[in-house]
């Protein structure tokens, strides 16, 4: 069973950079389809980027589009979410997710099956 452990995340003014992490379990690491969502008090959990087996292979939502950069080391079991010019619309509930079983890159929340916990992101003016 696939598990997933999130970290980073915290409070930072805007124009700043955080980085969230995603560490996953599973010998099959290189092949799941690996996404980030973020979810606030007015909108449910909404897509934000999702990385393929290949890193070239990303997927941004446009507001994030050239601010933030997924990537993955497989090595390490683990996917990045470099966030940078953080903005306080940025400010959000941030969680890691995972399609274990399709090399494709889903904007979908339903499309994935593993979760992680969540990680707070707050980007003060």
């Known amino acids: 069973q696939v598990r997933v452990v999130q970290s980073g995340g915290g409070l930072v003014q805007a124009g700043g950079s955080l980085r969230l992490a995603c560490a996953a379990s599973g010998s099959s690491f290189k092949l799941y389809t690996i996404a980030w969502f973020r979810q606030t008090p007015e909108e449910d959990r909404a897509f934000v980027a999702a990385v393929g087996v290949r890193e070239a292979d990303a997927m941004y939502e446009a507001s994030v589009k050239g601010r933030f950069t997924i990537s993955r080391d497989n090595a390490e079991n683990t996917v990045y979410l470099e966030m940078n010019t953080l903005n306080p619309e940025d400010t959000a509930l941030y969680f890691c997710?995972?399609?274990?079983?399709?090399?494709?890159?889903?904007?979908?929340?339903?499309?994935?099956?593993?979760w992680g916990q969540g990680t707070q992101v707050t980007v003060s003016s």
């Open positions: 997710a995972v399609n274990p079983w399709l090399s494709v890159l889903f904007r979908t929340p339903s499309e994935y099956s593993v």
